[in-house]
């Protein structure tokens, strides 16, 4: 059998790589480098919020011990990773945005007085003078950068953090007496260990523990609801920013109209704003001309942009620490809309402005939002002529009409 027929599959890319095996090369290498900077990191801003966070998250179960993982790398193809983006949760109790840190644990610990101490668990990068430090092609030194250390990220967030081969120390620590849960659907491995040991432990396991881990990624999200100062002002910078990339949107339009895919032109507009000012892309650009703004959710974004159409864009900047907006607009390829357009396009903006008239309303409700927006648009049908019924009759639950022309919700949760 020859050598590369008994390598397992995992180890043939070394064969490409022709990695020096040598011990003279282990030894060079891991020599002669500078300094690493000494000072730590500024504290961040979110820093600030993170106590007050951790404590809601874990008012609804005092005594026990909650499990929230960033995630893994996701695999694009072969050897080629997505970029990474944390789970927003831990992204929320954490405060880690942007591409940090993939594999990484938030652990809330609990305290005798029923609060609980958020842990922060992860790979602090390795010495120079390791194998991983030039071997390892996704969390090499010498091919991604440096991972921060344990301090630096303690620095930046203000939490207590400790290496990841700690973990699961942690998580079978008086487990039986302290309850586990943990964000399923995240990170395989993190869940496979809780699920290790909660059989060990004798913890409830099966649907019992699938309902309590549901129950705890229900009020994570829950508590995202009301925002917090820091959120806000995030929130408003990726308005800001997405509002920058539609005003860029429009300056390309007349490369889209002379473009086989001018729609790709409107897209990668949009998309060069959001790298440059954000983390990327808050979702897959819609960039929809013609009659492809009749597929509600168009990405192939493939299409031609003719003079005379209008382009739909439905798209949103996800700012470094993973707020993200959400805009629509749709916009004349000359600047200038025909009298049916102009029909159209005032009837969804009066159906929009009733809708946020009434979100301004006290004890509003969230369907209460698209309710307002439909009574406008079962209007607008009527007098147009094509709806078979009254608007009244076509809003009763029995009729439902008018959903023909818009079968989907009219808003979503932000942020």
């Not at 004798?202 to 508590?223: T, V, W, Y």
Request: a negative charge.
């Amino acid at each position: 059998m020859s050598e590369e027929a008994s390598q397992s599959m995992a180890d043939r890319g070394q064969n490409r790589s022709r990695q020096p095996q040598s011990s003279a090369f282990r030894d060079f290498i891991g020599t002669g480098w500078g300094p690493r900077p000494s000072e730590l990191p500024e504290r961040e801003r979110v820093a600030d919020f993170l106590t007050d966070r951790a404590l809601k998250a874990g008012a609804p179960f005092p005594g026990e011990r909650l499990v929230v993982p960033a995630g893994p790398y996701k695999v694009r193809s072969n050897d080629c990773d997505y970029r990474f983006r944390a789970h927003s949760a831990f992204a929320h109790l954490s405060g880690l945005g942007g591409e940090k840190e993939p594999d990484t644990v938030l652990v809330l610990e609990p305290n005798e007085d029923g609060t609980h101490t958020p842990l922060l668990f992860f790979k602090p990068r390795a010495s120079r003078s390791s194998k991983e430090f030039y071997a390892d092609p996704r969390y090499g030194e010498f091919w991604v950068g440096a991972r921060p250390s344990l301090e630096e990220v303690s620095a930046q967030t203000g939490l207590e953090t400790r290496h990841i081969d700690t973990l699961r120390d942690v998580l079978a620590k008086d487990a039986g007496t302290v309850q586990l849960r943990v964000v399923r659907g995240v990170d395989g491995h993190v869940e496979a260990m809780v699920n290790e040991v909660r059989a060990q432990a004798s913890l409830p396991a099966g649907e019992d523990a699938r309902k309590e881990d549901e129950a705890l990624e229900e009020h994570l999200s829950e508590i995202r609801l009301i925002k917090d100062a820091f959120e806000l002002e995030e929130m408003i910078r990726a308005v800001e920013v997405t509002k920058a990339g539609f005003e860029d949107i429009i300056r390309v339009m007349p490369r889209a109209v002379g473009h086989r895919r001018g729609e790709r032109v409107i897209e990668g507009a949009f998309a060069a704003n959001a790298r440059e000012e954000g983390n990327g892309l808050g979702y897959e650009t819609i960039a929809a001309s013609g009659n492809h703004a009749n597929t509600l959710h168009w990405i192939d974004n493939d299409g031609e942009v003719h003079d005379g159409d209008l382009v739909l864009v439905d798209a949103g900047v996800e700012v470094d620490s993973l707020y993200t907006a959400d805009i629509t607009r749709t916009l004349p390829v000359n600047g200038r809309f025909t009298e049916v357009q102009a029909r159209v396009y005032q009837a969804v903006l009066d159906a929009c402005e009733a809708a946020l008239a009434r979100a301004n309303e006290p004890g509003c409700r969230f369907k209460d939002v698209h309710d307002a927006a439909m009574k406008v648009i079962a209007a607008r049908l009527h007098e147009w002529g094509i709806l078979p019924v009254t608007p009244e009759e076509s809003l009763a639950t029995t009729g439902q009409q008018h959903r023909r022309w818009m079968p989907h919700g009219t808003s979503h949760h932000l942020g």
